[in-house]
């Protein structure tokens, strides 16, 4: 078996576990509200939680498959400066709520699906804001220009924030789709940290994060420069 196929038995996996244990919840629960119409509320609120739960599954599904086959042929000049005012001006709400400050050095144009980079950038971001510390949110995205181990040159982006920074038990585990954090607040399916390796990878680069806990964590990826 193949590595990709075995990390893909895995998420097939995992997808039917959180899948199955959201049905069976509102199964009982509903079985339940049949036999007994006490406490209907309650009961009815675990059922909706449920489908909510679901609901927000297979959004994560739909988008990691989206991820997942992305092609060349879809790829065009991105100007990833123009990418990142985009993701800020969605994450402006969430932005202005935790007076978090987003700065950034000058950023290149590469070669990529505009679609699915704007979606890295925002997800990490948005990462960024979830797992903040005491202290507001301050991130920084800068991007420098390196040889690859191939020869070829690439730019390397780093998405840099002052959280609370992640334990190096967890610096792989939490690429992993439906992987949390032990502090991470329950939003979303826990799905974009894969989806951003997943599209990064398909542009030919890599995603990996260094930390120090306590000092904030690094988000860095990869993209082979234009033309070559």
Same mark, same amino acid.
């Given at each position: 078996m193949s590595h990709s196929d075995r990390e893909l038995g &895995?998420?097939?996996?995992?997808?039917c576990h959180d899948l199955k244990g959201?049905?069976? @919840?509102?199964? @009982?629960?509903a079985e339940l509200l049949g036999r007994?119409?006490?406490?209907?509320?309650?009961?009815?609120?675990?059922i909706v939680d449920g489908a909510r739960k679901i609901d927000s599954l297979t959004d994560g599904l739909s988008a990691y498959s989206i991820a997942l086959q992305v092609q060349q042929d879809s790829f065009q $000049? @991105?100007?990833?400066?123009?990418l990142l005012r985009t993701a800020l001006a969605r994450l402006d709400k969430e932005l202005r709520n935790q007076e978090a400050e987003v700065t950034s050095g000058e950023l290149p144009a590469v070669s990529g699906n505009p679609d699915r980079l704007l979606q890295v950038l925002?997800? !990490?971001l948005r990462n960024? !804001?979830?797992?903040r510390g005491q202290a507001s949110p301050r991130i920084?995205?800068?991007a420098v220009k390196q040889a690859a181990a191939d020869g070829r040159d690439e730019w390397l982006f780093a998405v840099r924030d002052n959280g609370p920074g992640i334990e190096a038990a967890y610096l792989e585990r939490i690429f992993r789709p439906f992987e949390r954090l032990s502090t991470a607040k329950p &939003? =979303? $399916? =826990?799905m974009g940290l894969a989806i951003c390796r997943a599209i990064v990878e398909r542009h030919g680069g890599k995603l990996w994060a260094e930390s120090t806990p306590g000092t904030g964590s690094t988000f860095f990826f990869t993209i082979p420069v234009i033309g070559q």
């Open positions: &895995e998420f097939l996996q995992r997808a959201s049905l069976r @919840a509102i199964r @009982a629960q007994d119409h006490t406490d209907f509320e309650q009961r009815l609120g675990f $000049p @991105a100007r990833m400066d123009v925002e997800n !990490l960024a !804001l979830r797992h920084h995205v800068t &939003e =979303g $399916p =826990g």
